[in-house]
T-cell receptor
Framework: EPEVTQTPSHQVTQMGQEVILRCVPI?????FYWYRQILGQKVEFLVS????????KSEIFDDQFSVERPDGSNFTLKIRSTKLEDSAMYFC??????????FGDGTRLSIL | GNSVTQMEGPVTLSEEAFLTINCTYT??????LFWYVQYPGEGLQLLLK?????DKGSNKGFEATYRKETTSFHLEKGSVQVSDSAVYFC??????????FGKGTRLSVIA
């Protein structure tokens, strides 16, 4: 069964540094999402992306965050200047119209 | 806006016990309802879904019925196993809106 793949599985970064999290969605999917899960808390929506533009974003997704689909397969989340509170598990998901979202295994981001 | 409320965990059960994890929701329109499971150290996996009232989703012995009259989607399993130990998330969306998750319920099954 096709999968959403995320790399790296664990990223350790110094506070203030930029970080890019990478995702390869399922190949025929058109809708892409990023969510995050701070340790022990609920999964929170960050941003959705369709037709090469952001379709919706949450309050969490401020100017420090950006997303990009640089080619036909990758979908990236960039955090420009990381803060301690950005430490979380970040999940990428993809879907087709009106079908459930499929999630990757996540990237654990640790900010020191 | 849309929201999901799950029972607080953790839930600890003996092997072969009956499991219920309650989930209720608030939504505009006609949402689709989901249960996702997160095993230790892993990502979120879709467990089951229901897209309209009275639909029953089922997978791996788990079941949940979409009850519009009570706005509920409780997860049940007749006989849990140690391998079912995980965190279970109830979630919903309408159309292609983002998923809204409950806080998650941690299940521990002991032999």
């Amino acid at each position: 069964e096709p999968e959403v793949t995320q790399t790296p599985s664990h990223q350790v970064t110094q506070m203030g540094q930029e970080v890019i999290l990478r995702c390869v969605p399922i190949s025929n999917h058109l809708y892409f999402y990023w969510y995050r899960q701070i340790l022990g808390q609920k999964v929170e929506f960050l941003v959705s992306f369709y037709n090469n533009e952001i379709s919706e974003k949450s309050e969490i997704f401020d100017d420090q965050f950006s997303v990009e689909r640089p080619d036909g397969s990758n979908f990236t989340l960039k955090i420009r200047s990381t803060k301690l509170e950005d430490s979380a598990m970040y999940f990428c998901a993809s879907s087709v119209l009106n079908q459930p979202q499929h999630f990757g295994d996540g990237t654990r981001l640790s900010i020191l | 806006g849309n929201s999901v409320t799950q029972m607080e965990g953790p839930v600890t059960l003996s092997e072969e016990a009956f499991l219920t994890i309650n989930c209720t929701y608030t939504a505009t329109g006609y949402p689709s309802l989901f249960w996702y499971v997160q095993y230790p150290g892993e990502g979120l996996q879709l467990l089951l879904k229901a897209t309209k009232a009275d639909d029953k989703g089922s997978n791996k012995g788990f079941e949940a019925t979409y009850r519009k009259e009570t706005t509920s989607f409780h997860l049940e399993k007749g006989s849990v196993q140690v391998s079912d130990s995980a965190v279970y998330f109830c979630a919903l969306y309408s159309g292609n809106t983002p998923l809204v998750f409950g806080k998650g319920t941690r299940l521990s099954v002991i032999a």
